[in-house]
């Protein structure tokens, strides 16, 4: 089985240039790509250990790599290798993407970037750890974390009062107005029945009953709430007439009020419950609990103000601690301590599914569950990228015995175990019709390969891989040592990874101490801060593709994928590239995301990539035209006509406030 593949007729615009710079099979990319955008996760899940921002589809990468294969023979899509002997760099690895499509085609690769996270995370994903020692690891790990921790994690059936796990609770945030207090929640409605009728919450008395279509014959038997129950589209207090606000004089998770239990009986199923005595016992408990934990000093959890954590600060939140409940600070102590006592292989893997298990265990968790679909309970901490504060939080039960989304087991389930088994036999979907027909294993490749320490290791062997952590404006590698550069850049101002990761990196730091360099200083990555008068977007991303050229071998090729609606970007991008000496030799206009995906769903955003492959030899190559005006109201057409832009502009005699001055014209 094949893919679409280059033209044989194709007459490259560069001679004895790599395939790359012939017919991309974009309409193949676009359909894969589809599919793929919406659930990355299921289709490269051995790339998903930990959480990192904006990735890009895999398939496209392999698509991108497989055709930088000499042998036109090996360049289809599923056929198997076809990079031996080939040294790939990606400067801005992130999450990884382009060093696991690369060693899985047999090529020895390079991954380097400023933030610790990534460089831990390809060092547990491509090495290979024998499944056993880690099943027998997490084991160990899951029956010590239960045995502190599921005594926290208790409730009763309604129906027939057998204790039972309880799966999550749900809180609403206590706000104030002018006479009192009140308790905002997303919505009262909790679910939505198959038969058309609802769990809801009762504003009055808090209690959790069921209402069959429109009629609400709930009589209240317990006693009004000192705090009624609201729904945040309630903006004004009825009574007062004053706006509820946020209460910045206690920490925010002690803001969060106990509104209902949901747990699962083996008699009666599914329920959802208003906290009973002993439930509210169990938090008074934990919050006594959580005064005696040694989580110091304190300033290594606080929060430092950046282009996104400034949101935490605007809510009065100073540590990253005051994120979690008291249950869920004992889980993640708990897990911290006894990832320590792990060493090698063990405790990387079992250290990085805590630290991100925290995305779906924090007071910044949201509830989805009520949705008619009910896609599922948990709308994660970084659902979007960036800190989101919903009125509804879900508390997670980390040490849950099944695999619901968010417990410690399931997430072990599906990014360790699944995602090695994944990656001793990777797998690609066939897409006929648009659709995804069948799954089919690739014969002969592997996503692992070998930690070598140094770059004179990679000129010889397969699947072989070196990780550097630091600034890649300064690469410790030769010059003329690497074949090709496949990377995927921040997109201008985006995402903030290094400030994002903040809320990680508190906890992976206490793990792994003397691993990484973990305060590194922000103003060396290219988007955290955007301060630096022209911008440090530029400068920074100017200094890592003078590098690249520097490493790059004669004829060798620089190319990553690029979307971005502001002429700045643009402009930052030009004359980034066109300081280091890059021209643009072809570019391709590919699906990016999926029109549904929550990051962009209902929002004017851009839905497609330039892939820019780029070289840097002393001749023209194509000749690019200058459009005239850019489409701003299509996708790709905006794209196509960008990537046309900066062809023509690399290639032309402009200074830097030229480059601005066109942009600025061309997307006004």
Same mark, same amino acid.
Request: proline share 6%; hydrophobic share 40%.
């Given at each position: %089985? ?6 044989? #007729? ?8 790599? $395939?790359?710079e ?10 894969i790509a589809?599919?793929?955008?919406? #659930? ?18 895999g ?6 790599? &497989? +055709? ?23 400067? %801005? ?12 085609l ?10 610790p996270? $990534? ?7 491509l ?5 056993? @020692?880690l ?12 045995? *502190? ?18 799966m ?5 945030? !206590? ?26 919450i ?11 279509? =429109?009629?609400?014959? +709930? ?14 589209? %309630?903006k ?17 998770y002690?803001?969060?009020? $106990? ?8 008699? +009666? ?13 169990l ?15 304190a ?37 911290? !301590? ?21 995305e779906?265990?924090s %007071? ?18 970084f ?12 508390? #997670?039960?980390p040490v849950?015995?099944? &695999? ?13 175990? &699944? ?7 990777? @797998? ?16 002969g ?14 000129? !010889?062997?397969?699947k ?7 600034s ?7 010059? #003329?040592?690497?074949?090709?550069v ?8 985006n ?8 809320f990680?990196? /508190? ?41 690249? *050229? ?6 060798g090729?620089l ?5 971005h ?11 980034a ?5 890059? &021209? ?9 995301? =999926? $029109? ?7 929002? @004017?955003?851009?839905k ?13 190559g ?7 005006? /850019? ?18 502009m ?9 480059? =601005? ?8």
């Amino acid at each position: %089985m094949d893919s679409p593949q280059f033209s044989a #007729n194709t007459q490259h615009p560069v001679a004895g240039s790599p $395939p790359s710079e012939a017919a991309f099979p974009v309409n193949f990319a676009n359909q894969i790509a589809e599919l793929e955008s919406f #659930n990355k996760h299921l289709y490269r899940p051995n790339t998903y250990l930990h959480k990192w921002w904006a990735r890009r589809c895999g398939s496209t990468f392999r698509l991108i790599l &497989k +055709h930088l294969v000499d042998d036109p023979a090996r360049r289809g899509y599923y056929r198997p290798g076809g990079l031996e002997g080939k040294i790939i760099l990606d400067p %801005m690895m992130g999450g990884g993407t382009t060093l696991h499509e690369a060693i899985r085609l047999g090529a020895n690769v390079i991954g380097a970037d400023i933030d610790p996270i $990534p460089i831990l995370q390809a060092r547990a994903t491509l090495s290979q750890t024998p499944p056993d @020692r880690l099943e027998k690891a997490f084991g160990a790990l899951f029956e010590e974390l239960s045995a *502190r921790l599921s005594p926290f994690f208790e409730t009763s059936c309604p129906d027939c009062g057998r204790p039972v796990p309880l799966m999550y609770t749900l809180y609403g945030q !206590e706000q104030v107005c002018g006479c009192g207090a009140a308790v905002v929640v997303d919505s009262i409605v909790l679910r939505h029945e198959p038969d058309g009728s609802q769990v809801v919450i009762c504003e009055r008395c808090g209690e959790v009953h069921r209402v069959a279509g =429109n009629a609400d014959d +709930h009589v209240c038997i317990r006693e009004p709430l000192t705090c009624a129950i609201r729904e945040k589209r %309630m903006k004004v207090c009825p009574d007062c007439g004053e706006s509820h606000r946020e209460r910045r004089d206690i920490p925010f998770y002690a803001r969060f009020v $106990p509104i209902a239990i949901v747990g699962q009986c083996q008699v +009666h199923g599914l329920f959802f419950k208003a906290p009973a005595l002993s439930d509210l016992d169990l938090l008074r408990r934990a919050n006594s609990a959580r005064e005696s934990l040694a989580l110091e000093p304190a300033t290594d959890f606080a929060v430092v103000p950046g282009p996104k954590s400034v949101d935490l600060i605007r809510h009065g939140i100073g540590s990253y601690l005051d994120l979690f409940s008291s249950r869920q600070l004992l889980y993640l102590s708990s897990a911290v !301590e006894l990832v320590e006592r792990l060493d090698g292989l063990s405790k990387l893997n079992l250290g990085l599914l805590v630290s991100t298990s925290t995305e779906f265990n924090s %007071m910044l968790c949201g509830y989805k569950g009520g949705s008619r679909r009910r896609p599922g309970a948990i709308r994660h901490t970084f659902s979007l990228h960036a800190f989101s504060f919903p009125y509804t939080a879900l508390e #997670n039960n980390p040490v849950y015995p099944g &695999k619901p989304s968010g417990s410690l087991q399931g997430l072990y389930h599906a990014r360790i175990r &699944k995602a090695r088994q994944w990656a001793a036999q990777p @797998r690609e979907r066939v897409v006929e019709g648009g659709r995804a027909q069948k799954i089919v294993p690739i014969c002969g490749e592997v996503d692992a390969g070998q930690e070598v320490p140094s770059p004179a290791e990679l000129v !010889e062997g397969t699947k072989r891989f070196l990780l550097l952590q630091g600034s890649s404006t300064g690469l410790n590698l030769e010059a #003329n040592s690497v074949d090709h550069v496949v990377t995927d850049p921040p997109y201008f101002d985006n995402v903030q990874y290094g400030d994002l990761s903040a809320f990680f990196r /508190v906890w992976l730091k206490r793990i792994f101490a003397d691993q990484a360099a973990w305060d590194y200083d922000l103003d060396e990555s290219a988007v955290d801060p955007q301060s630096k008068g022209r911008g440090q977007y530029e400068a920074v991303l100017a200094g890592i593709f003078a590098e690249c *050229r520097r490493v790059l071998k004669p004829g060798g090729r620089l190319i990553f994928t690029y979307h971005h609606w502001s002429p700045k970007g643009w402009s930052a991008l030009t004359s980034a590239l066109k300081g280091a000496g890059f &021209k643009l030799l072809e570019r391709h206009i590919i699906q990016s995301e =999926n $029109p549904a995906s929550v990051h962009i769903s209902n929002l @004017r955003a851009l839905k497609h990539d330039a892939v820019l492959i780029l070289g840097s030899e002393g001749r023209d190559g194509r000749a690019w035209p200058m459009p005239i005006r /850019v489409d701003t109201q299509i996708s790709e057409d905006f794209i196509r006509g960008c990537a046309d832009a900066l062809g023509w502009m690399l290639s032309a005699d402009l200074e830097w406030e030229d480059i =601005n001055q066109r942009w600025e014209e061309l997307l006004r």
